[in-house]
């Protein structure tokens, strides 16, 4: 089966500097990842995805994040955090075993940023 | 505006009380999903549906039904439920199989006394 995992539970970052939120995947042929991020008492919304092509995935709110197939990663980035920002972050895999489809997701990682 | 609706958004019930979820959406989506969302585990599925009459079962369907009698609704159904299932719940569509990025209703915070 498809798996992601995140293993920060909580990420810490002063408003303004770079964050970096980790995501590594395992999975067999090629990958489909996602990003998600969860504001309080919201439902998820999508950030973005990979499927194939450039390595570097620009999405919404100035977020992109890195595929790096070597280190089977997937990290979500963004070069100035904001204090709204703050959010759980999800880390997600497209799986089509057994034939089904849905998404697995990791764990979550909290986002704080502080002025 | 496209949106994924889930009422109640808040329920406190009790130990075999059966209760309804409802799920809709005004994207003519096919395809719609049930998660549940706990600490430490992050969303896990427990019920999808490819079209209208055709569901299967997630990753942790127990204690749960579903049906998709219309395209834009699906109701989780809970005949029996117990304290483990106190959970905030998600539904979820999309397109199709071929389209790839999920719209999230607000969430249902359930618990079971």
């Known amino acids: 089966a498809q798996s992601v995992a995140q293993p920060e539970d909580q990420v810490n970052v002063a408003e303004g500097n770079p964050l970096t939120v980790k995501c590594t995947y395992s999975?067999?042929?090629?990958?489909?990842l996602f990003w998600y991020v969860q504001y309080p008492n919201r439902g998820l919304q999508f950030l973005l995805k990979y499927i194939t092509g450039d390595n570097l995935v620009k999405g919404s709110y100035g977020f992109e994040a890195e595929f790096n197939k070597s280190q089977t990663s997937f990290h979500l980035k963004k070069p100035s955090a904001l204090v709204s920002d703050s959010a759980l972050y999800f880390c997600?895999?497209?799986?089509?075993?057994?034939?089904?489809?849905?998404?697995?997701f990791g764990t979550g990682t909290q986002l704080k940023v502080e002025l | 505006e496209a949106q994924v609706t889930q009422n109640p958004r808040y329920l406190i019930t009790v130990t075999g009380k059966k209760l309804t979820v409802t799920c809709s959406q005004n994207?003519?989506?096919?395809?719609m999903s049930w998660y549940r969302q706990d600490p430490g585990l992050g969303l896990r599925q427990i019920y999808y549906s490819m079209n209208v009459e055709v569901t299967d079962k997630g990753d942790v369907p127990e204690g749960y039904k579903v049906s998709r009698k219309e395209k834009r609704n699906f109701p989780l159904i809970l005949e029996s439920p117990s304290p483990n299932q106190t959970s905030l719940y998600f539904c979820a569509s999309r397109g199709g199989i071929s389209t790839d990025t999920q719209y999230f209703g607000p969430g249902t915070r359930l618990t079971v006394l």
């Open positions: 994207m003519n989506h096919e395809y």
């Open positions: 997600a895999v497209r799986d089509f075993t057994g034939g089904g489809n849905k998404l697995t």
């Open positions: 999975v067999s042929g090629n990958p489909y």
